[in-house]
């Protein structure tokens, strides 16, 4: 996809700030991260830990969390030669897929437990594939979390068990990756934020796969991602505008979900999808501020945070992390815009 910032050409990640471990294995719990706060009216860069927050935030203002949890979204033949990682559910059995094969094409991938993959047509975008499971004796779900793992990548050397790729307050299964933002956040801390006035809301939207290797990131109007708000978050964000408060989104799905359901515009009932594609050019209408995980430079999460702050200070912010050895990716450090 063509990413319309210069954000890209600004920064490359060195391999010892890429986070392999999950914060509780390198510290003492997922809450010991480090914390980049970006002001952006003023672009002005300071350095906290996450346990600061509720000294940061205005009582009143609103978190919102998303609750998707992560399935176990990648799989491997029968005979261990052919990978198959799930990008986005169609239906239980069809979905779209990259399928990573060594020898010569296969378009009837044996699995484990008796099943059988067969690829069924072209996705989306290249290099997605339409896959439809046969063969399987029980529900899709139930499936995927008896032979399946997590999705993960080549800066991380070791598998992590599927809860390490779980929020704590992930209830609703259907992201193939995590929604990583909220990763850090423990009860604990919830309620300190509570008892500071912070109020806090959930919504769902199920994530889909963000690479497709070989430096290709997806398109977001091409990767339609499902979404669904309970009517009391929208009531309570309603409230938060109306006294003022700051509308906080953690994780770029969270303002991918808010912002596709101000251009709606209707109650939510049940589930729907987005294909919004957020960037400079797109005035928020709900979310104020953004907590997020450090980006890589090709990716259209960077596109989003120019609808929060200027290119520029993005870039000085970014400069300022690899300077200070923020960590990047699902098991690193924060980055608070607001």
């Known amino acids: 996809m063509n990413i319309v910032n210069n954000i890209h050409q600004s920064f490359q990640i060195p391999a010892n700030l890429h986070a392999n471990t999950p914060a509780e294995y390198r510290e003492n719990s997922r809450s010991q991260v480090n914390m980049m706060v970006l002001n952006k009216q003023t672009g002005a860069v300071s350095d906290h ?113 599927m809860q390490d790729y779980q929020t704590i307050f992930a209830s609703v299964p259907g992201s193939v990756e995590m929604p990583s933002a909220g990763r850090a956040f423990s009860w604990k801390l919830i309620q300190q934020l509570k008892k500071s006035g912070i109020q806090i809301a959930f919504l769902e939207l199920h994530a889909g796969i963000s690479y497709y290797g070989d430096n290709q990131w997806p398109n977001p109007k091409n990767h339609p991602e499902a979404y669904s708000i309970p009517v009391e978050t929208i009531e309570l964000i309603k409230k938060t505008k109306h006294h003022e408060g700051k509308i906080i989104a953690v994780g770029t799905t969270v303002v991918r979900a808010l912002e596709s359901f101000a251009l709606e515009n209707n109650p939510l009932n049940g589930e729907t999808t987005t294909d919004l594609y957020i960037n400079r050019q797109h005035p928020l209408q709900i979310v104020d501020g953004l907590m997020t995980g450090l980006h890589e430079p090709d990716t259209s999460h960077l596109d989003l945070l120019c609808a929060f702050t200027e290119e520029a200070y993005i870039i000085d912010a970014y400069r300022h992390a690899l300077k200070q050895q923020y960590l990047w990716h699902e098991f690193g450090d924060l980055n608070l815009i607001f």
């Open 49 to 161: 830990h996450l346990a600061n927050l509720p000294h940061l935030l205005s009582p009143g203002d609103l978190l919102v969390f998303n609750k998707s949890r992560t399935i176990p979204a990648l799989l491997r033949s029968k005979d261990q030669k052919i990978e198959i990682r799930l990008a986005r559910k169609i239906t239980d059995l069809k979905w779209e897929a990259l399928i990573f094969q060594n020898d010569e094409r296969r378009d009837c991938i044996l699995l484990e437990g008796g099943g059988q993959l067969d690829i069924v047509g072209t996705g989306s975008e290249a290099p997605l594939v339409v896959v439809e499971f046969r063969q399987i004796s029980e529900p899709i779900l139930s499936y995927l979390y008896k032979y399946g793992a997590p999705i993960r990548y080549e800066y991380i050397h070791k598998p992590w068990p």
